[in-house]
């Protein structure tokens, strides 16, 4: 995760970083990030509260960003907050902003620190976190991306020992009569038990992967190269194929061009798999 961080902050200050904007809820966001940094404070014995208004919040945001955003925030409360504390997640409109706080009853931040606080490896104490290790680049990260949302971060806190409050604030989106639930695909309906083929030179990745879609329901087989793929394919016809590109003997690219060739092949679902960079 720290090579990860320095790497967006790195692509943020180049603009290499290209937001994937569309209408998206907060809550689902919200609660992605809560069940992310959960094993942190389950860990820490904290509790966490969460406080989400009845209405839906409508932003037009990049939703894996903003989990990054919630989670680095809830991530610092659980790690600058004294064992058996309480992390606090809520949420409200605030006229044409969406604002979010998350707050702990943790270390605090002293006067002095609140206009660095975001600042690149700036920490508050490192005696106090707990054993979890950081570079202290997790809250200029959060500034960065919430800046390119068109937000902003603001920190505050009554002082030492009297616990912190992050608050976020986002552009609304103005409108969302676009908004609509897609239809349910007639091919691959939502629930629907499907014949699934896994192909990945991975053993224990297509068999872990495996055993997932047979606890969803699924009827699933699994190939480890190429050659096998194009058999099983051949005698299964599944419904989706989880194709890894990197495969000996043939490739993905290779195993999807054949598929795609047969006549019952132009409908199957093939989705990619890879772990290339």
């Known amino acids: 995760r720290l090579v990860d961080d320095l790497l967006d902050l790195s692509r943020i200050t180049h603009n290499?970083?290209?937001?994937r904007t569309r209408h998206?809820?907060?809550?689902?966001?919200?609660?992605?990030?809560?069940?992310?940094?959960?094993?942190?404070?389950?860990?820490a014995g904290h509790a966490m509260q969460v406080s989400l208004p009845a209405k839906p919040l409508w932003l037009n945001a990049d939703a894996v960003?903003?989990?990054?955003v919630f989670g680095n925030l809830l991530n610092n409360g659980c790690k600058y907050t004294p064992a058996g504390g309480t992390i606090r997640v809520s949420a409200q409109r605030d006229g044409t902003d969406v604002v979010v706080t998350v707050s702990d009853t943790?270390?605090?931040?002293?006067?002095?620190?609140?206009?660095?606080?975001?600042?690149?490896?700036?920490e508050v104490d490192r005696s106090l976190e707990q054993s979890q290790g950081g570079l202290g680049i997790g809250l200029t990260l959060v500034k960065?991306?919430?800046?390119?949302?068109?937000?902003s971060v603001e920190a505050r806190s009554d002082g030492v020992g009297q616990g912190s409050a992050f608050v976020v604030r986002l552009p609304a989106a103005i409108d969302v009569s676009d908004v609509s639930t897609p239809a349910p695909s007639e091919s691959l309906a939502s629930g629907a038990m499907h014949q699934i083929l896994v192909v990945d030179d991975n053993k224990d990745s297509a068999d872990s992967l495996a055993i997932l879609l047979q606890l969803t329901g699924h009827e699933v087989f699994v190939a480890h190269d190429g050659h096998s793929a194009l058999e099983a394919v051949e005698?299964?016809?599944?419904d989706v194929v989880l194709l890894d590109i990197g495969l000996p003997s043939l490739n993905g690219h290779d195993v999807c061009r054949w598929i795609r060739q047969q006549p019952w092949g132009k409908t199957t679902v093939i989705i990619a798999l890879t772990g290339w960079g």
């Open 16 to 19: 290499r970083i290209e937001l």
């Open 24 to 43: 998206i809820e907060l809550a689902p966001v919200i609660r992605q990030a809560v069940l992310g940094a959960q094993p942190l404070a389950d860990s």
């Open 65 to 68: 960003r903003l989990t990054q």
């Open 106 to 122: 943790g270390i605090g931040i002293p006067a002095d620190k609140l206009a660095s606080i975001f600042q690149m490896f700036t």
């Open 144 to 151: 960065r991306l919430v800046e390119m949302h068109g937000g």
């Open 235 to 238: 005698l299964r016809r599944p």
